[in-house]
């Protein structure tokens, strides 16, 4: 009676490890661009986060997959750029999602340009904009596109921050960039990766924040950061 007392609680251990349901997401990304010019500034950094709905046998088992290089795949992702806009007056943002992210970000007559998943995008109302074929000419293209960092072109710079994993103390790293109204950002790269809004009379202002690191979270949690996501893959 004992050996079927023990085996039963320990079939009953085993359903309930493959019954019950954990929520774990990776946070990637962090990283991104600084533009600026004259007494304004424009951030465009971006946020991954990757989801993993497991069962608790798979989320044991995880560190014993992990090391023969068989990790869990993915549930869900997604991306998101979030477009900062700094000015002596105020911090203001715009959050949109993608599916492969802006590069090559550009200003270009008067216009910030960006390639997009399609072709061609133009920053309108805090969002990135496909242009049409015409407008695509008189811009000049692609190859107008600048490709890395730059310094005073057309009064203007741009400037990569990356993110780094936790443990990676030679990803941190420091530098500031002051506007000519005495508003200063202050971006701090690494992990977590960080960037403050100082302006004079002002507090200072946290504008960007980001860490990567793995998490379990809450059912809720989980399905208000992928709801897009999971809407999309049940229909």
């Known amino acids: 009676m004992k050996i079927r007392g023990v085996i039963g609680i320990a079939l009953a251990a085993i359903v309930l490890m493959i019954v019950v349901k954990l929520h774990v ?5 962090g990283g991104g661009y600084v533009l600026w010019k004259d007494d304004e500034a424009y951030l465009f950094m971006y946020d991954r986060p990757i989801g993993y709905r497991l ?6 088992l995880e560190p014993v997959k992990e090391y023969f290089r068989a990790p869990a795949l993915a549930t869900d992702g997604k991306l998101t750029i979030s477009i900062i806009r700094i000015s002596s007056a105020k911090a203001e943002r715009h959050d949109q999602e993608s599916t492969v992210g802006f590069d090559y970000i550009t200003p270009i007559d008067g216009e910030i340009y960006a390639h997009c998943p399609g072709g061609i995008c133009k920053l309108a109302a805090g969002q990135f904009q496909l242009i049409s074929d015409q407008e695509e000419q008189k811009m000049g293209g692609d190859g107008r596109l600048s490709k890395g960092e730059f ?15 936790v443990g990676d103390e ?6 500031s960039i002051d506007l000519s109204d005495r508003t200063r950002l ?3 790269g690494g992990n977590p990766v960080s960037i403050d809004l ?8 946290r504008v960007w924040y980001h860490e990567q690191r793995t998490r379990r979270v809450s ?12 809407e ?4």
């Open 25 to 29: 997401i990776r946070d990637e990304g």
């Open 55 to 60: 069962n608790m046998l798979s989320y044991l």
């Open 151 to 165: 310094t005073e072109v057309n009064g203007w710079s741009k400037r990569g921050v990356k993110g780094a994993w």
């Open 170 to 175: 030679a990803g941190r790293y420091e530098f």
């Open 186 to 188: 202050v971006v701090r």
């Open 198 to 205: 100082l302006r004079p009379d002002h507090a200072q202002e």
């Open 219 to 230: 059912s809720s949690e989980y399905h208000q950061v992928f709801q897009q996501e999971m």
């Open 232 to 235: 999309r893959d049940s229909r």
